[in-house]
T-cell receptor, first 118, second 115 residues
Framework: AQKVTQAQTEISVVEKEDVTLDCVYE???????LFWYKQPPSGELVFLIR??????QNEISGRYSWNFQKSTSSFNFTITASQVVDSAVYFC???????????????FGTGTLLAVQP | NAGVTQTPKFQVLKTGQSMTLQCAQD?????MSWYRQDPGMGLRLIHY???????DQGEVPNGYNVSRSTTEDFPLRLLSAAPSQTSVYFC??????????????FGPGTRLTVT
């Protein structure tokens, strides 16, 4: 069965601290896609990153970076020098597999609430 | 582009009532889907569509109906509302229909309360 686990329910940091949000996934498929979404207090879902299973390069985008490790089935997200505007719920998601390969059907983790205090 | 729009933003229903949540996108995306978000459970897929005239069930389809007569619209119908359907509902659309899924664009959500 496919599954996404975000073990950290809530994290609280002080502004300018670095913070890592953990995501562990389970799948038997060799081709799959992983995503991170941000849900700020306003409630909308904002896409952050998409990664396929063949690309294990880490990615950096400004203060955001992602560490994809197939050996440990993890796709962790780090925010460097956190800011109050980073306060949100962050979701990790895995593309559900089908007979023909990956699909658009997403399996979401339960999310991590990040609170950045000024 | 308006992106993905949903109406209404808030709705209160009594048990047994029916209603339709509207979803529209103007990006010419083939793939559209409905999720529900409940506290502590993340988002769960209700129904999805890979194109006009084609729909299928997701993880939690019971009590919901969908149809897709146009590329732009994907309404979600609650047949007989139950308190267990109290949730926030998100509609999403995506450029691709499978194999190499791209990011999904989400609507602003509909907060539904069933009393």
């Amino acid at each position: 069965a496919q599954k996404v686990t975000q073990a950290q329910t809530e994290i609280s940091v002080v502004e300018k601290e670095d913070v890592t949000l953990d995501c562990v996934y389970e799948t038997r498929d060799t081709t799959y896609y992983l995503f991170w979404y941000k849900q700020p207090p306003s409630g909308e879902l904002v896409f952050l990153i998409r990664r396929n299973s063949f690309d294990e390069q880490n990615e950096i985008s400004g203060r955001y970076s992602w560490n994809f490790q197939k050996s440990t089935s993890s796709f962790n997200f780090t925010i460097t020098a956190s800011q109050v505007v980073d306060s949100a719920v962050y979701f990790c998601a895995l593309s559900e597999a089908s007979y023909g390969g990956a699909t658009n059907k997403l399996i979401f983790g339960t999310g991590t609430l990040l609170a950045v205090q000024p | 582009n308006a992106g993905v729009t949903q109406t209404p933003k808030f709705q209160v229903l009594k048990t047994g009532q029916s209603m339709t949540l509207q979803c529209a996108q103007d990006m010419n995306h083939e793939y559209m889907s409905w999720y529900r978000q409940d506290p502590g459970m993340g988002l769960r897929l209700i129904h999805y569509s890979v194109g006009a005239g084609i729909t299928d069930q997701g993880e939690v389809p019971n009590g919901y109906n969908v149809s897709r007569s146009t590329t732009e619209d994907f309404p979600l119908r609650l047949l007989s509302a139950a308190p267990s359907q109290t949730s926030v509902y998100f509609c999403a659309s995506s450029y691709s229909t499978g194999a190499a899924p791209f990011e999904q664009y989400f609507g602003p959500g509909t907060r539904l309360t069933v009393t």
